[in-house]
């Protein structure tokens, strides 16, 4: 069975400085990989996602992250972040098959102070 | 509008009451979802609806009973909650069962007295 590990419940940062967001997951198949983001009294919104192709894969808003396939992982970075980036931070897999449901880490809790 | 509507966007019930969520999308999608978002946990898989028929429960209690008239509609019908329901009830569509990416919708604060 497939499962997403997020070591860090929690991860607060100076605005400006670099962050990166673990995500470790487990999977004897081919998956796709997302971040989602939700913000306070929110709901998820996609962040990014590794589909296929380039396994490094960038947001709008500045983050990237990469598909690491011989460490499964899928670590999200920001080289300088925002108080706006204050949020919480979700990584899931999929096999993207018929019955494949989305399976989500229990989330990084992103807090950037000034 | 666009994306994923949901509402009401918070709810206070009673143990006894019945209330219903409902959730929209606007996207063209033929499956849709139900999380549960409980503080500390992960996000909970309820239900999964393919072209309006349920196609999984995830050994969801019966106090929780869903209903999807067509592909752009879902409720969650609640009754008789439990205080240990209160939680972020968020819906989601995609493509197609299993399809990805799922988009959210923001999500129903409930909280049962």
């Known amino acids: 069975a497939q499962s997403v590990t997020q070591l860090d419940s929690q991860v607060p940062v100076f605005e400006e400085a670099p962050v990166e967001l673990r995500c470790n997951y487990s999977?004897?198949?081919?998956?796709?990989l997302f971040w989602y983001v939700q913000y306070p009294n929110q709901g998820l919104q996609l962040l990014l996602k590794?589909?296929?192709?380039?396994?490094l894969v960038e947001s709008i808003n500045g983050f990237e992250a990469e598909f690491n396939k011989s460490q499964t992982s899928f670590h999200l970075r920001k080289p300088s972040v925002h108080i706006s980036d204050t949020a919480e931070y979700f990584c899931?897999?999929?096999?993207?098959?018929?019955?494949?449901?989305?399976?989500f880490g229990k989330g990084t809790k992103l807090s950037v102070k000034p | 509008e666009t994306g994923v509507t949901q509402t009401p966007r918070h709810l206070v019930m009673g143990m006894t009451n019945k209330k219903s969520l409902k959730c929209e999308q606007h996207?063209?999608?033929?499956?849709m979802y139900w999380y549960k978002q409980s503080a500390k946990k992960p996000l909970e898989l309820m239900f999964v609806?393919?072209?309006?028929?349920?196609?999984e429960n995830n050994s969801v209690p019966s106090r929780f009973s869903p209903e999807c008239p067509n592909s752009s509609h879902l409720f969650l019908h609640l009754h008789t909650l439990q205080p240990e329901d209160s939680a972020l009830y968020l819906c989601?569509?995609?493509?197609?069962?299993?399809?990805?990416?799922?988009?959210f919708g923001p999500g129903t604060r409930l909280t049962v007295l």
């Open positions: 996207l063209g999608h033929n499956a």
């Open positions: 590794y589909l296929s192709g380039s396994t």
């Open positions: 609806y393919s072209l309006e028929e349920r196609v």
């Open positions: 989601a569509s995609s493509q197609v069962r299993g399809g990805v990416p799922q988009y």
């Open positions: 999977s004897s198949v081919s998956v796709y």
């Open positions: 899931a897999v999929s096999d993207g098959g018929s019955q494949g449901n989305l399976i």
